[in-house]
């Protein structure tokens, strides 16, 4: 008997340096702007896609416990869009592994679509390309069409009038980004958030009367970045990436009711970070819809610079460099 077709794949988080936030389409998750970011070689998700041709529904495990509620009705509303791809119908198991903390700011939802789009495909047979599959992997999350490319990748948004808006809007890889940098990640806390990044994103566009002068802001700072990148230039890169980020939660915190992810603790780090850079070093924050704090550095100064901000903060930092992109780590089996 020929067992049913499993894929399973792994893809890493990645962390935005101009950030996306606010779509102009919520069906097909399409962005207002291009984002660009850097996948990290930390905190991969594993997840296997199993066919259960026999089964009435999807099941969906994240890290051995059932998901229920709004995590069970996106994964199983994206099953459905690779179900109607693919013209077939059987129910799949879900089995999710995450190693970085789920809901915190981390790009734990980036790795996750990722690697559930890389393995559906697989397990339902449809082939895609790279740029196809960044794709389908915003569908689950837009983050996610970033993790399917390892290093700095963009995210285009598309033209607003183009004819087919999903074919238009992909992740591309940056090939000519001349950066060693590293990326360290401040553990602050890992619950879940208070209010989702869906929730934050869609009351900011709604509400905040900052949101249209960071958008505009935004749409200059990705060429900007990219000219950076490409020039070598860590100094230009870093300030734009904070400067970004700052204005993103500029944006959630004047939403009615507004949205503050940042801690005390988040505060104390990223004042930490600008009397580092006071003294001569080469630091810059960024943070996500968590109040985790990542310092954009030199690779060379990583490890110094997780110790100087784990020992202020007595919380565990992480560092971390360019990472790789979606891959399967299984064929389909048969
Ligand atoms: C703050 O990709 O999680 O991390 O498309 O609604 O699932 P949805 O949002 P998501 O948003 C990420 C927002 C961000 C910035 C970024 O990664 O660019």
Redesign the pocket.
């Known amino acids: 008997m020929r067992a049913a077709p499993a894929a399973t794949a792994v893809a890493h988080p990645?962390?935005?340096l101009?950030?996306?936030?606010g779509?102009r389409d919520e069906g097909l998750?399409l962005p207002l702007a291009d984002?660009l970011?850097l996948t990290l070689d930390v905190f991969p998700t594993t997840t296997s896609v199993q066919l259960c041709p026999t089964a009435t529904r999807d099941t969906v495990v994240v890290d051995g416990r059932p998901a229920t509620g709004e995590t069970l009705r996106r994964v199983v509303g994206f099953l459905d869009v690779v179900r109607a791809r693919a013209r077939r119908r059987e129910p799949a198991r879900v089995d999710t592994r995450n190693t970085v903390p789920v809901g915190a700011?981390l790009?734990s939802?980036?790795a996750g679509?990722a690697a559930l789009a890389l393995a559906a495909a697989n397990a339902y047979e449809v082939t895609l390309d790279p740029t196809a599959l960044s794709r389908l992997a915003?569908r689950?999350?837009?983050?996610?069409a970033?993790s399917v490319f390892g290093g700095f990748v963009q995210w285009h948004a598309g033209p607003p009038g183009a004819d087919d808006a999903d074919l238009a809007s992909y992740a591309e890889p940056l090939d000519d980004a001349r950066l060693d940098l590293a990326m360290v990640a401040v553990l602050l806390r890992t619950g879940p958030k208070p209010v989702?990044?869906?929730e934050a994103?869609r009351r900011t566009v709604a509400t905040s009367p900052l949101f249209p002068g960071w958008l505009a802001a935004t749409r200059t700072e990705v060429t900007a970045m990219r000219t950076a990148l490409a020039a070598g230039d860590l100094a230009t890169v870093g300030a734009i990436a904070e400067r970004n980020a700052f204005g993103?939660h500029a944006t959630m915190r004047t939403a009615v009711p507004p949205v503050d992810y940042l801690t005390h603790a988040s505060h104390q780090v990223l004042d930490h970070v600008r009397l580092m850079r006071d003294r001569g070093e080469r630091t810059w924050s960024t943070m996500?819809?968590g109040p985790n704090v990542k310092v954009l550095c030199p690779a060379a100064d990583a490890q110094r610079i997780a110790a100087e901000l784990g020992e202020i903060t007595g919380c565990p930092t992480v560092a971390a460099r360019p990472g790789p992109g979606a891959t399967m780590t299984t064929g389909t089996c048969s």
């Open positions: 990645n962390i935005a101009v950030k996306y936030w779509k998750v984002s970011s700011g790009a939802s980036a679509f915003r689950g999350s837009g983050s996610a970033r989702s990044s869906r994103m993103m996500d819809a």
